[in-house]
């Protein structure tokens, strides 16, 4: 089965500071996919960064970087030069194989992010 | 592109009342739909992923005949709450997959209170 894991329900970042967002999963399949997504108080899921299982390298979205180590099965998300617009929920979640599990999106707990200014 | 227009954005009905909430792909063609359930400062729970033209799959300790499914063409879903209790009152999202980078885009969600 797969598990997504988010262990900090709510973080708190200085405005101009960077933070980063725990994301650890489980999965027995080879290839699956990580998103992050942002989610305001209007409820509203904006996509952030995705990382492959293939993919060696970290990806990275302008202030949005995924630390991406496979052997510790963990996503981290990485928000520099935090601003006050960031403050909302965010969502780590895994894509699973098309062919086990239908390609399917399941989520971890979230973290509600607040920046102060 | 890959937009998905979910209305209604909030709806307040009555106890024991149906009600129905549609996705609509509005430039791609929407094979699979997933519906997730979301209380208040919680994750998103996948209820179902429907396809076109096939009856929904739904995870496990959902109510197939509380929450109806239907995804008869490749631009609508809908997700029907029928016999509606306060304890349905959540928000529901969609999301569709779609043949992109990331593919999949989400509906902005309906905020459903049952009173």
């Known amino acids: 089965a797969q598990k997504i894991t988010q262990t900090q329900p709510g973080m708190f970042v200085q405005e101009k500071e960077a933070v980063t967002l725990d994301c650890t999963y489980d999965?027995?399949?080879?290839?699956?996919?990580l998103f992050w997504y942002k989610q305001p108080s209007s409820g509203e899921m904006i996509f952030l960064i995705y990382?492959?299982?293939?993919?060696?390298q970290n990806a990275t979205e302008g202030r949005y970087s995924l630390n991406f180590q496979k052997a510790r099965k963990s996503a981290n998300l990485v928000i520099s030069a935090s601003q006050l617009g960031d403050s909302a929920m965010y969502f780590c979640?895994?894509?699973?194989?098309?062919?086990?599990?239908?390609?399917?999106?399941?989520f971890g707990q979230g973290t509600e992010l607040s920046v102060k200014p | 592109g890959a937009v998905v227009s979910q209305h209604p954005s909030w709806v307040i009905c009555k106890s024991g009342t149906s009600v129905k909430i549609e996705c609509r792909s509005l430039?791609?063609?929407?094979?699979?739909m997933f519906w997730y359930r979301q209380f208040p400062k919680q994750s998103l729970m996948l209820m179902a992923t429907?396809?076109?033209?096939?009856?929904?799959?739904?995870e496990q300790g959902v109510e197939k005949d509380k929450f109806l499914i239907n995804h008869a063409s490749l631009t609508l879903s809908t997700l029907t709450v029928t016999s509606a209790h306060p304890e349905d009152s959540s928000f529901y999202i969609c999301?569709?997959?779609?043949?992109?980078?990331?593919?999949?885009?989400f509906g902005s969600g309906t905020r459903l209170t049952v009173v």
């Open positions: 429907s396809n076109e033209g096939s009856k929904a799959t739904y």
């Open positions: 999301s569709a997959k779609y043949v992109g980078q990331y593919g999949y885009t």
């Open positions: 990382q492959g299982s293939y993919d060696e």
């Open positions: 430039d791609f063609q929407a094979t699979t």
């Open positions: 979640a895994m894509r699973g194989s098309l062919h086990n599990q239908g390609g399917k999106l399941i």
């Open positions: 999965t027995s399949d080879q290839s699956y996919g």
